[in-house]
């Protein structure tokens, strides 16, 4: 959750580490510290707040050197301050250490440290690794990580300088990611590729359990065996503006805007000269998708509600049943798992620590793994058998938007193909789904051009103490993001109900002039949802209906209503989604909160 960049070289480590920073604020953004080894002594500056607070400081008071380590935090042992963010360093500053990740085991080798005469001085698990390199350091750092990885248990990326090695980094990694990047007299670790990008565009991943060190000239990457790893370098094929705001206030508006291309990006790379689709990482044959009994779909958070749709479309095109779960749930509730299962996991960053936890399991008990992810060369696509990359660039926002249109995008794909091998769908259906999926990029371009429309609904929402969305079948899934969303960024309490559901005890919450956003996308169930706008209506409910242009009756019923282009039921989600997006991320800008960081969250979820 937390970034890290290091450099070692010859330019300036404050420069290139504050810009390598400033590309991993999505990752944590509650405190930010450097530690640069100036004239032989290591000079460190740490602030709790964002990394604005740390630059402006350094502004005034610059350190030197072209060895260094920094990183941004998002707290997990120790609330936000000064004296927990990183670097941490031994009492008598030779050694700085950042780290990302949790260390299980910090309780009993913070009182082993203490009993040793080590005083701490953060209420964090990662001062114990700072003590524990004091107390095992024989002048060699490489060695002194070596024997650390043997002491500490948990998920890490980790980066070490030390005043008496000069013009060396030593950097490890368990779990929580970590690159390499290579450069022309000088190197680099850093958390994630945008941090690089403005230095170089070669890199190598870090496999876990492995460990590199670092000089100006040259690389070495260990096994976890300590033997030397020959590991082939990548280049990087995007560029840096995909990964900055281009003229937008935030990402996430951003994001919005880029969901019409990078829809079509994920539907037309993967169509064939004939418009057929071909998953080209994706080997389950006809032979296989007999044997498979049992379907699940695990993910969290956004990709979850994503492959809420996913089930709706694996189940109605193949026919196959499909469980859909929460990822932190599923490991722990042994799940019937054998050789027959398929288990589709979903994730963005692919790197989310639960999403690979389900993995682990489902693939230890044999199942095979199916994953939809949108990051090249991340964790959950290198632990999965089969993966399908969605082409929606970096997506750099807390709140996902592009992802989850691109994710249903990808699921579609899948349940079509899975249906077209197993038979359960003519290819004249196939074709025309595939037809009607290429309409929706131009579909969704329509809905933004209508966008500032929805800052008076967000108007009208700011000061409400709670909201609700309603929905029935598809629409109510397209609920539950849509809460998700204005829940993560406005802080408003929002709630997704089944609309069915309400009358059950839920419409007990309505009250006069609480806001209601009804999804009403779904055209076989539009007239009970009509009915259930009725419902809350007659109790008070501001409404804001979200239908298909052609449904113009159901202003009659509402307060406002949204409009989005005539669809089939089963593609609606990804237009119905965009609204909902837009709702939040006004309400969250008019209410003057940091849209793109939202308090208490990180883009990338790498602790359980
Ligand atoms: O990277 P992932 O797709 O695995 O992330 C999963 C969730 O943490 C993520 O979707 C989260 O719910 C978003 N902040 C929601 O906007």
């Known amino acids: 959750m937390c970034g890290i960049v290091g ?18 604020e999505y990752r944590g953004y509650d405190s930010a510290g450097i530690a640069i080894l100036e004239d032989g002594v290591i000079k460190s500056d740490k602030f709790k707040g964002r990394l604005s607070v740390l630059s402006d400081y350094l502004n005034d008071h610059p350190i030197s050197g072209s060895l260094g380590i920094g990183h941004t935090r998002w707290a997990t042992h120790g609330a936000p301050s000064d004296e927990n963010s990183h670097p941490h360093l031994n009492k008598e500053s030779t050694i700085a250490v950042v780290h990302n990740g949790i260390i299980e085991n910090y309780v009993s080798l913070k009182e082993e440290l203490i009993a040793k005469g080590y005083e701490f001085k953060s209420q964090t698990d990662t001062e114990v690794i700072v003590h524990l390199l004091d107390s095992i350091y024989e002048g060699d750092l490489l060695e002194a990580v070596n024997k650390l990885t043997k002491l500490i248990r948990g998920a890490y990326a980790i980066g070490v300088v030390c005043s008496k090695n000069p013009g060396e980094m030593v950097a490890v990694r368990n779990e929580s990611p970590l690159i390499v990047g290579l450069g022309k007299d000088e190197n680099f670790i850093a958390s994630d590729i945008p941090a690089l990008l403005k230095y170089t565009r070669d890199v190598c991943i ?99 509600n994503a492959g809420l749709i996913g089930r709706y479309a694996i189940e109605k095109f193949a026919q196959i049943p499909v469980e859909p779960d929460i990822a932190s749930e599923f490991r722990y509730r042994e799940p019937f798992i054998d050789q027959n299962t398929l288990l589709i996991v979903i994730s963005q960053s692919g790197e989310t620590l639960d999403t690979l936890a389900a993995i682990r399991e489902a693939k230890r008990k044999g199942a095979r793994i199916l994953s939809i992810t949108n990051v090249v060369g991340s964790s959950v696509a290198r632990e999965s058998d089969d993966v399908f990359y969605t082409w929606a660039g970096p997506e750099v926002a807390v709140a996902s938007t592009k992802a989850y249109t691109t994710q249903i995008t990808a699921l579609y794909m899948i349940a079509l193909d899975l249906a077209l091998t197993k038979g359960t769908i003519t290819e004249e259906f196939y ?75 839920t419409i ?56 989005v282009p005539d669809v089939d039921d089963i593609l609606a989600p990804v237009l119905t989604a965009v609204p909902t997006q837009l709702i939040a991320y006004y309400t969250s800008l008019i209410k003057g909160n940091d ?14």
Request: with cysteine; net charge negative; proline share 2%.
């Open 595 to 608: 849209v793109d960081k939202p308090r208490n969250l990180a883009k990338s979820v790498t602790v359980e």
């Open 7 to 24: 450099y070692v070289g010859k330019e300036s480590a404050q420069e290139v580490i504050l810009q390598g920073l400033e590309k991993l």
């Open 206 to 304: 870090l496999e876990n359990g492995e460990t590199v060190h670092l000089t100006p000239e040259k690389v070495t990457i260990y096994s976890k065996d300590h033997e030397i790893v020959q590991r082939e370098k990548f280049t990087v094929d995007w560029d840096v503006e995909s990964a900055s705001k281009g003229g937008y206030d935030y990402f996430m508006l951003k994001e919005i805007h880029e969901q019409p291309t990078a829809i079509r990006e994920t539907l037309l790379r993967r169509l064939d000269e004939n418009g057929k689709i071909k998953l080209d990482d994706i080997k389950l044959t006809k032979e296989d998708l007999e044997k498979i009994t049992k379907v699940y779909i695990v993910a969290c958070g956004t990709a979850y």
């Open 431 to 505: 074709f025309d789904t595939i037809n009607k999926m290429k309409e929706l990029p131009e579909k969704v371009e329509r809905i933004l051009e209508n966008a500032e429309d929805i800052k008076k609904i967000a108007e009208d929402i700011k000061d409400s103490q709670s909201a609700f969305y309603l929905g029935r079948g598809l629409d109510y899934q397209t609920a539950m993001e849509g809460a998700l969303k204005l829940k993560e960024i406005s802080y408003i309490h929002t709630e997704a109900f089944a609309a069915g559901e309400l009358k059950h005890g």
């Open 508 to 563: 007990a919450l309505i009250e006069d002039g609480t806001p209601v956003i009804a999804i009403a996308g779904q055209e076989s169930l539009y007239e009970k949802m009509l009915s259930n706008i009725q419902e809350v209506k007659a109790r008070g409910a501001y409404v804001i209906s979200i239908a298909k242009e052609s449904k113009k009756e159901i202003e009659a019923q509402s307060d406002r209503v949204i409009y």
